[in-house]
């Protein structure tokens, strides 16, 4: 196997806080639904929560957030099924809906501050025309269930949070920050700067996932199911990766492949030292703006 390349340096840029920080931008609000999205939003931002509209037949099952929206004021409605389906706009409601303000968001600079202050093992996404709504929830619940914490992607090309991506989750989207990026090259090349190998995946070429040695810190790029990853980005990798199989198809889906990717880098990095000491590594988060 070659040496692993460096990408080409970019200039640094400066990890220290602006003279005057920007103000906060407003967030969104946004009706999420599905029962693990919603309980998952309580779980980790019950303060963003404005409004709860619970199905008649489903009181049993949500009991015990209802009483917590009477002891803490937050209005809830009692509705029909078919009331719910309006509201939400899909039959695929769980029986539960909650108007509640997007996630805070997380600049460049704070991604960085934060992996550079953590010294645990990690694993970081990169999305690269990758926009499937349903594909992004099933990535976003594979990286929670993984401990991924973060998913990159270029300003424009990566999907918001959308409820639908949000129910598919499972309450995963409030575990991963989406981040999107402004200047995504020089970006990538500073997180090569500081430590991480900029790993690539493809359907057949590269090194197969389960003979690689992956590196503590490693920015993992996944490219859109038709095309693959972009020239530019393929450029910046320093290692190409694949999963093997029968060739009886094509390729796998790409949330599907994102859950062989990072769960060989669990293994490798997190469940080996869970086994050896009795407990893994702890993950802060990065706090938002």
């Not at 967030?27 to 619970?54: F, M």
């Not at 994102?258 to 669990?266: A, H, V």
């Amino acid at each position: 196997m070659k040496p692993p390349r460096k990408p080409p340096h970019a200039a640094p840029r400066t990890l220290s806080k602006p003279a005057s920080a920007p103000a906060p931008a407003e967030r969104a609000e946004v009706k999420y639904h599905g029962a693990g999205s919603c309980l998952g939003l309580w779980n980790q931002r019950p303060k963003d929560i404005l409004r709860v509209y619970v199905e008649r037949a489903r009181l049993p099952d949500f009991s015990s957030l209802l009483k917590w929206c009477s002891a803490e004021r937050t209005p809830y409605h009692v509705v029909d099924k078919e009331d719910l389906e309006k509201l939400t706009e899909t039959v695929h409601h769980g029986g539960i809906c909650m108007l509640a303000l997007e996630p805070r968001t997380l600049t460049f600079a704070q991604l960085r501050v934060a992996l550079r202050d953590n010294q645990n093992p990690q694993l970081v996404i990169y999305l690269d025309g990758v926009e499937n709504p349903h594909n992004l929830g099933a990535m976003l619940r594979t990286c929670a269930h993984f401990g991924v914490q973060y998913v990159l992607g270029a300003q424009g090309s990566l999907p918001r949070l959308s409820p639908s991506a949000c129910r598919i989750a499972e309450g995963g989207a409030e575990h991963v920050r989406l981040i999107a990026l402004e200047q995504p090259l020089l970006d990538l090349r500073e997180l090569a700067d500081d430590g991480f190998q900029i790993i690539g995946t493809a359907v057949s070429q590269g090194t197969s996932v389960y003979a690689f040695d992956y590196p503590q810190r490693t920015l993992l790029v996944f490219g859109a199911e038709t095309v693959g990853m972009s020239r530019e980005l393929r450029e910046l990798t320093q290692q190409v990766l694949r999963v093997p199989g029968s060739a009886a198809v094509e390729s796998l889906n790409v949330s599907v492949a994102c859950g062989i990717f990072t769960s060989e880098f669990y293994r490798r990095h997190v469940a080996t030292k869970k086994a050896a000491t009795g407990h893994g590594p702890t993950r802060p988060h990065a706090k938002g703006k």
